[in-house]
């Protein structure tokens, strides 16, 4: 069924009739440029259909490209252990762009789409939700923090699209809270955010509420909107308000450019970003020096010591050559997540999408999940946000670290 977005939607549970597109496979998992052999070697069972969009070129490709390999282990791992619960995985490029990603959907639900990862960004995510509301698909985005992804216009939750990441207000609290717990890592802070993108003014706004609450004092704060590649003013202005940490609630495209604007002024701050912020060091052509000493907060530190994260780190890095990122562990969590739900709920891949979207949210809103993300048990409310604690990490010698 082709879609198209639609506003003003009545908003109810996943209680609604069957979704278009509903179907069960047996064909092994099929994603672009993914390896299906550990799913092809499995017993042939009835699959879910688990789709999902992101950016696997452009700009961000480096979000989407993660979230798609971790998601495509996460299937192989399941389906290779040849249980009740196995996966067809599909997964379209929406180059972080709302019209593509609506055309991705479009693709998805075609295609036959059970469950899904929603998106991949936030933008995206926010345009796309609707759909997953009037079609009764039950999503969890591994990655996409806006809480316009789970609520509607008018502040009402979809109530079957989740989160797995943290939303962007609980960010923006949770950097003010760590920032007022480490007095060593300044105490004048200038924010520079980009005020036309809800991650980073979701970010923002609640991060200068928090801070005046912790007594943090906040001396300069500088914008910057989508096109922007100059950035001296902002770090000029901030040295000269003498602020000792920069908070940048924002991606690591245009925090690159902040820090090498940084070291032509020969400006020194603590600087403190979150989980946008995490894949920095692999941006091509970037100078990795300009990050050292960066802190963030992020659910997923890849130096971990627990068992967990230590085997998904290797067999990451295995398959693809590469250390995961936090868009990548949230993403394993989440198809996991998923599993876990439909062996709960002993729905099937011959149920219809309204039939499985209604027994995973019954399961998302009372189970607990222990993954690789946070620290200690996941677990969601009624609306779809997660509740899960956060790492601080550092970059040191060119890797990310735990800063505790």
């Known amino acids: 069924m082709k879609n198209v977005v639609k506003g003003g939607m009545a908003v109810a549970m996943c209680m609604a009739l069957a ?3 509903s179907g069960s496979s047996t064909t092994p998992a099929s994603t672009a440029g993914s390896d299906n052999a550990a799913a092809s070697t499995t017993s042939e069972v009835k699959k879910f259909k688990l789709g999902g969009s992101g950016p696997i070129s452009g700009n961000a490709a480096v979000y989407g490209t993660a979230v798609m390999n971790a998601a495509q282990l996460a299937v192989d791992e399941i389906n290779a252990k040849g249980g009740a619960v196995q996966f067809e995985f599909k997964f379209e490029d929406d180059m972080a762009d709302s019209e593509a990603a609506v055309n991705a959907y479009n693709t998805l639900a075609d295609w036959g789409m059970q469950v899904s990862l929603a998106t991949t960004t936030s933008g995206a995510g926010q345009t796309v939700a609707p759909l997953y509301k009037e079609d009764q698909t039950f999503a969890i985005t591994p990655s996409g923090s806006s809480t316009a992804i789970i609520y509607d216009d008018s502040g009402t939750a979809y109530g079957n699209v989740f989160q797995m990441c943290f939303t962007d207000p609980n960010q923006g609290v949770a950097s003010a809270d760590y920032l007022s717990e480490h007095p060593d890592l300044g105490s004048k802070v200038a924010i520079i955010y980009r005020n036309d993108d809800n991650y980073s003014t979701g970010i923002y706004n609640t991060f200068v509420e928090e801070a005046a609450n912790k007594g943090l004092e906040v001396v300069y704060t500088g914008t910057f909107t989508k096109d922007a590649t100059d950035f001296s003013v902002q770090v000029q202005q901030a040295q000269a308000a003498g602020a000792d940490i920069v908070f940048l609630p924002i991606y690591y495209q245009p925090a690159s450019l902040i820090l090498q604007a940084a070291k032509t002024a020969g400006y020194t701050p603590t600087f403190f970003g979150c989980d946008g912020m995490d894949g920095i060091l692999s941006q091509e052509n970037f100078d990795t020096s300009l990050a050292e000493g960066l802190y963030m907060l992020t659910p997923f530190s890849a130096d971990a010591s627990d068992e967990k994260t230590q085997a998904f ?7 693809y050559g590469d250390v995961p990122n936090q868009f990548a562990a949230d993403a394993y969590d989440a198809v996991y997540a998923i599993a876990q739900g439909l062996e709960a709920s002993g729905v099937t891949a011959d149920d219809d999408n309204a039939t499985i979207c209604s027994a995973l949210v019954e399961q998302f809103t009372t189970m607990t999940f222990q993954g690789i993300t946070g620290t200690g ?12 604690g956060p790492r601080a990490i550092v970059i040191q010698n060119g890797t990310y670290v735990s800063a505790e």
């Open 377 to 388: 048990d996941i677990t969601w409310n009624a609306d779809g946000e997660v509740s899960k």
């Open 313 to 319: 780190v290797k067999a990451y890095e295995d398959k």
């Open 19 to 21: 979704a278009c597109g």
